[in-house]
């Protein structure tokens, strides 16, 4: 059973930094792709960031390029998301996601196992 802990969230001013944590256990992620999505009110959850965990290519949203940084401990099986020059747009909750894939996708419907999420408001 895969399980993924979010952590990390919380209030910010723009320009503020946040780095969010996803705790991963119940698998052997090696071949396993992990992403960073985001559901604002009354929005679609988009995706942010991607991370294939053997190699750790990465994968951004235009809208986060740049600003964001994905990465992953392969000792601590933690995905991180760092969040720099956060802007009030950036304000949802945050949600780690794990796919038995290591093809990158980007559609959320493709993505097998998720977080409970967790909130980031950027204040402006």
């Known amino acids: 059973q895969v399980q993924l802990v979010e952590s990390g969230g919380g209030l910010v001013q723009a320009g503020g930094s946040l780095r969010l944590s996803c705790a991963a256990s119940g698998r052997t992620f090696s071949r396993y792709t992990m992403a960073w999505f985001r559901q604002a009110p009354g929005k679609e959850r988009e995706f942010v960031a991607g991370i294939r965990w053997s190699g750790g290519s990465t994968y951004y949203a235009d809208s986060v390029k740049g600003r964001f940084t994905i990465s992953r401990d392969s000792a601590k099986i933690t995905v991180y998301l760092q969040m720099n020059g956060l802007k009030p747009e950036d304000t949802a909750v945050y949600y780690c996601?794990?796919?038995?894939?290591?093809?990158?996708?980007?559609?959320?419907?493709?993505?097998?196992?998720w977080g409970q999420g967790t909130q980031v408001t950027v204040s402006s």
């Open positions: 996601a794990a796919r038995e894939s290591a093809i990158f996708v980007t559609s959320p419907g493709r993505f097998d196992y």
